[in-house]
């Protein structure tokens, strides 16, 4: 049982290239989740979704855009990186809206240089 | 504004003694709270959890302790081990129909052996 798997692991990019992040869980969660983590500023929300097919934005959604089109899957995607978005990105997936918590990714780090 | 605040960013114990976490949080629709351990280079994971209606719950050396009408609520880790070194996330979520949970920034603990 892998639980909620990120690729890649590690990227560099140029500013203004794009690149996807992939997010898979195999525990048939209904919603998933990217977080950023940037130093003092914990986890901030980027986009969920609360079933296939469907998306909304978070906290910062600014310059990412996702799609879930298999539940299974939750895709980040950086159209134009920029160095602002150098950070640690993290997937997340959730049974459903009642008590239980998250189950993480092991994150992605991203450097836009 | 936030909602979950973890106002000690860091915090160092000597190994064999007690760690105190603390949370405070402004909603006082929050009726269910998690803790979350996350090591460098890891994802966080799910450590212990409360439910508003309960004022503790233990799991081993873990203990989180709830205050409701002070809306406060603590993790105690007895005793304190080197392998504990971690950023701990309070996290909470208000109610079933809840999409998220809202994350607290942080505390990060250093167990000094």
């Known amino acids: 049982n892998a639980g909620v798997t990120q690729t890649p692991k590690f990227r560099v990019l140029k500013t203004g290239q794009s690149m996807t992040l992939l997010c898979a869980q195999d525990?048939?969660?209904?919603?998933m989740y990217w977080y950023r983590q940037d130093p003092g500023m914990g986890l901030r929300l980027i986009h969920y979704s609360v079933g296939e097919g469907t998306t909304a934005k978070g906290e910062v959604p600014d310059g990412y855009n996702v799609s879930r089109l298999k539940k299974q899957n939750f895709l980040l995607g950086l159209e134009s990186a920029a160095p602002s978005q150098t950070s640690v990105y993290f997937c997340?997936?959730?049974?459903?809206?009642?008590?239980?918590?998250?189950?993480f990714g092991s994150g992605t780090r991203l450097t836009v240089v | 504004d936030q909602q979950v605040k973890q106002n000690s960013p860091s915090l160092s114990v000597q190994e064999g003694r007690i760690s105190i976490l603390n949370c405070d949080y402004t909603n006082s629709m929050f009726d269910y709270f998690l803790w979350y351990k996350k090591y460098p280079a890891e994802g966080p994971t799910f450590l212990i959890s409360?439910?508003?209606?309960?004022d503790k719950n233990e799991d081993g050396r873990f203990t989180v302790f709830l205050n409701k009408s002070a809306k406060h609520l603590s993790l105690h880790i007895v005793p304190s081990q080197p392998g504990d070194s971690a950023v701990y996330f309070c996290a909470a979520n208000s109610g079933a129909g809840s999409y998220q949970l809202t994350f607290g920034k942080g505390t990060k603990l250093s167990v000094i052996p």
């Open positions: 525990m048939n969660h209904e919603y």
């Open positions: 997340a997936s959730r049974r459903d809206s009642g008590t239980g918590g998250y189950t």
């Open positions: 409360i439910s508003s209606i309960k």
